[in-house]
Antibody, heavy 119, light 107 residues
Framework: QVTLKESGPVLVKPTETLTLTCTVS??????????VTWIRQPPGKALEWLSH???????SYRPSLKSRLTISKDTSKSQVVLTLTNLDPVDTATYFC???????????WGQGMLVTVSS | DIQMTQSPSSLSASVGDRVTITCRAS??????LAWFQQKPGKAPKSLIY???NLQSGVPSKFSGSGSGTNFTLTISSLQPEDFATYYC?????????FGQGTKLEIK
């Protein structure tokens, strides 16, 4: 059974750094055909793709956030970590991680977690 | 970046109706087009990949079609559980981009 679960702080202050962890089960982060993506959704708004990482280390970032985002993985822990620096209240959103299959896109989603940026 | 434009932004329909949602890409995406369903307060659910292939476990009432830059999602025989917001996403190019969503409401 494939599962993904996001974890991290629910409240962060402006200018701080957000570190989110996606812990996966039911598949391996070393599988050549699989990767993990991060997507966020500000309250009442549409989905925004942020980043992804594949087993070979291939990474990609949302251009408007590229200078602030870092994605990494720890295959032995089955975890993918996303960091977002210099937070602003506009970064308040529900953050989702999801599994990506090469050629087929996203198939499984985590439940998401709401992160609020406020002083 | 590839822009994804969905229409309509909202749609009212009745139980039993058949509806179609359109997604247009700003350039050819080689059919690397996915559709998702999202209900309030929940994570999206993957419905379709490759423009027309159903994800495992998705009922055949959902169907996708199209190629190049123009794609459609059709839902037949609407049931109360189908009323939700639907998103398209292209995964041909980085950055991956979503449409703005189509909210399907009960008439």
């Amino acid at each position: 059974q494939v599962t993904l679960k996001e974890s991290g702080p629910v409240l962060v202050k402006p200018t701080e750094t957000l570190t989110l962890t996606c812990t996966v089960s039911g598949f391996s982060l070393s599988n050549a055909r699989l990767g993990v993506t991060w997507i966020r959704q500000p309250p009442g708004k549409a989905l925004e793709w942020l980043s992804h990482i594949f087993s070979n280390g291939e990474k990609s970032y949302r251009p408007s956030l590229k200078s602030r985002l870092t994605i990494s993985k720890d295959t032995s822990k089955s975890q993918v970590v996303l960091t977002l620096t210099n937070l602003d209240p506009v970064d308040t959103a529900t953050y989702f991680c999801a599994r990506v299959r090469r050629g087929s896109g996203i198939d499984f989603w985590g439940q998401g977690m709401l992160v609020t940026v406020s002083s | 970046d590839i822009q994804m434009t969905q229409s309509p932004s909202s749609l009212s329909a009745s139980v039993g109706d058949r509806v179609t949602i359109t997604c247009r890409a700003s350039q050819d995406i080689n059919n690397y087009l996915a559709w998702f369903q999202q209900k309030p307060g929940k994570a999206p659910k993957s419905l379709i990949y490759g423009a027309s292939n159903l994800q495992s476990g998705v009922p055949s009432k959902f169907s996708g079609s199209g190629s190049g830059t123009n794609f459609t999602l059709t839902i037949s025989s609407l049931q109360p559980e189908d009323f939700a917001t639907y998103y398209c996403q292209q995964y041909n190019n980085n950055p991956r981009t979503f449409g703005q969503g189509t909210k399907l409401e009960i008439k």
